[in-house]
């Protein structure tokens, strides 16, 4: 963990830091140093008039002169405790301001000093609890990860290459693809994600697909209807018809009010047809027009607890409320969208029928922007490769938009997803190890918890993505400890401290196994125990490196563990795990990390290998 992640915020006496980090011992034992380390400081009483930090920049919920007048007002000194990382001193100001307390925050770097009342130290204890709390919830990812559907993974790996950032795409629950990137990209990864949004609101305004076919008359009525609506949108006599439907609707019970307060409505908005409280019409979806004025009415006064509020003489109280019209809320608007967006529903389903029924699968692609447009026919065994390379050539597409139009081509016409879609490239499974890993023996409460396991180009850690329900969390067993693990499984997938302590058991597994396929280890004649390096090279051939022996071989070779274990003088049994582990491997895998290791500049001085000398064999 990083000084930024294990940050918390000083406290702000002697006893308050040693609650705190006993409470750090219970929760994270690994969180214990770092912390230690962060709560260092303590600076309590500075005279409120001569106090150092008086002229400094204040961020807080007053400025120091705010707290001084606080100050005197109490009349309690000013505490002070430094050391704060700028963004856990905001965190201070917040939770500052639910408890309602004065502080002041003080300072411009990236460690800041907080202010506050010696009455509300207590508080302030509390607060610090809390987002220590907090951060030992926050243990580092190496990995993160988010779902998107099957045949938008090409578009997104683009984006993530054309940005210089790595993913991975492993196959989902219901269709749905889990995109695994490493964790320090994620706000890179936000703004890919948003690049990815605006491009495909793009391609649906100005993306057209027209199939060669006359509009059938049901077509022509639906159009003409559409039209009508939109032409008609600040038409009264349209509005007052919506409304009329929308107050004939059985199943909303509209409030009924007294006589009484009907005149005052009448008296005040004598249009007004249907009224009722701005809670109301926000739960029949509705919301108030910003202009939204309202009628005040009369309506008996309640307390907390729905109880009648009485005068001293035992008679119900009243209270002035404003209800407001059905014409002062969006009501219209949201009606007349919904029934033009079923009719525009039915207008592509007539559209998709005529196509299919018609001989000439001819179809015009148009980009509105550009004014380009492209004819194609869709009859036969049209893939969506062939698409996309039209729609880069033709409309001058880039790689992501052509992606994402061929996508709304197929879906908006109906053809064939099977035959568009076969063998797409989408899902680039070459660095992924492992997906969907079971155990016939693991425990029963990790059924419905998925694991994945995959790693990057650069070969070194094996991480694993567990997915439980719509939660999901990044584990690395090389790089994190036990304890934090478990700490995500619990805080983040929401799993019982039991099952967390089985998943991370899991997890451990997984990755011995995973580290285990791409190296054997064997015990010479002195009893050293030595690591045998193994590579896949092509389809049927292997390499075996022990020291600066390196030998080749091909599958196909009869008594291949023999000879193996005759040229490096090795035990069978050691040779048969070569074998298999060799077949295990990818071989495009292994050329992307060749590629990447003769990238990296070579080291200053050799390091020293380590080696295990007990007696018999590993594997």
Not at 178 to 191: D, G, L, R, T
Request: net charge negative; charged share 30%.
């Amino acid at each position: 963990m990083s000084d930024e992640v294990a940050s918390a915020a000083l406290s702000s006496s002697q006893k308050a830091i040693e609650v705190a980090l006993e409470l750090i011992r219970m929760l994270a034992p690994m969180a214990k140093k770092l912390l230690e380390e962060v709560y260092q400081k303590t600076v309590g009483g500075v005279n409120t008039v001569g106090g150092k930090f008086a002229n400094a920049r204040s961020m807080g919920t007053v400025t120091n002169k705010g707290l001084i007048a606080e100050a005197q007002k109490a009349n309690s000194p000013i505490s002070t405790t430094s050391n704060f990382l700028a963004r856990d001193a905001e965190l201070v100001a917040a939770k500052a301001k639910e408890y309602k307390i004065p502080v002041a925050i003080v300072g411009n770097g990236e460690k800041q000093t907080i202010e506050f009342l010696e009455r509300d130290k207590g508080i302030i204890e509390q607060i610090t609890n809390e987002i220590i709390q907090e951060r030992l919830r926050e243990a580092p990812q190496s990995v993160r990860c988010f779902s998107i559907g099957a045949n938008n993974v090409s578009s997104m790996k683009t984006l993530f290459e054309e940005n210089g950032i790595e993913c991975q795409f492993v196959a989902g629950k219901d269709g749905k693809i889990s995109c695994i990137y490493p964790a320090e990209c994620a706000e890179q990864v936000a703004v890919i994600k948003s690049d990815y949004k605006n491009i495909h609101t793009g391609i649906e305004m100005n993306f057209g697909i027209t199939p060669n076919v006359p509009e059938t008359e049901r077509q022509l009525e639906i159009k003409s209807r559409i039209a009508e609506l939109e032409n008609a949108r600040d038409d009264p006599e349209l509005r007052g018809k919506f409304y009329a439907e929308i107050a004939a609707d059985t199943e909303i019970e509209y409030p009924v009010y007294s006589e009484r307060n009907m005149e005052r409505v009448f008296e005040q908005m004598p249009s007004a047809t249907k009224v009722a409280g701005k809670a109301f019409w926000e739960e029949q979806g509705y919301t108030l027009n910003e202009n939204a004025k309202g009628v005040e009415i009369i309506a008996p006064q309640m307390d907390e607890d729905g109880n009648p509020v009485l005068d001293g003489n035992g008679k119900q109280m009243f209270t002035e409320i404003t209800v407001y019209d059905i014409s002062e809320t969006n009501a219209f608007e949201k009606s007349l969208d919904k029934e033009l967006d079923g009719l525009r529903r039915e207008y592509d389903e007539e559209k998709v029928s005529a196509f299919d029924m018609s001989d000439d699968k001819k179809v015009v692609l148009s980009d509105e922007q550009s004014g380009k447009s492209v004819e194609i026919n869709v009859s036969g065994k049209l893939k969506k490769s062939d698409v996309s390379e039209i729609l880069r050539n033709e409309l001058g597409y880039s790689e992501v938009q052509a992606d994402i139009a061929a996508n709304k081509l197929c879906y908006d016409l109906e053809l064939d997803k099977r035959t568009f879609f076969a063998k797409p490239t989408q899902i680039d499974n070459l660095d992924a190890l492992k997906t969907n890993i079971r155990y016939p023996s693991e425990d029963l409460t990790l059924r419905d918890v998925r694991f994945d396991a995959v790693n990057f180009k650069d070969g070194q850690d094996t991480h694993l993505i567990l997915q439980n329900g719509d939660n999901a969390v990044g584990l690395t067993p090389a790089k994190m400890s036990e304890t934090e693990m478990k700490n995500l499984c619990v805080n983040q997938l929401g799993l019982s401290e039991y099952q967390a302590d089985k998943a991370v058991a899991k997890a451990v597994k997984i990755e011995s196994q995973v580290r285990s396929q791409i190296e054997e280890r064997t015990v010479d004649k002195q009893g050293i125990s030595r690591e045998i390096n193994i590579e896949r090279t092509a389809d049927n051939t292997f390499s075996v490196k022990l020291g600066d022996k390196e030998k080749f071989y091909n599958f196909s070779t009869i008594n291949l563990d023999v000879k193996i274990a005759e040229h490096f003088d090795i035990p069978r049994e050691n040779a048969r795990n070569i074998i298999n582990k060799a077949k295990k491997q990818s071989v495009l895998q292994n050329r992307i990390n060749n590629s990447v290791k003769k990238k990296k500049p070579p080291k200053a001085a050799a390091e020293t290998p380590k080696i295990n000398t007990s007696k018999g064999l590993k594997h």
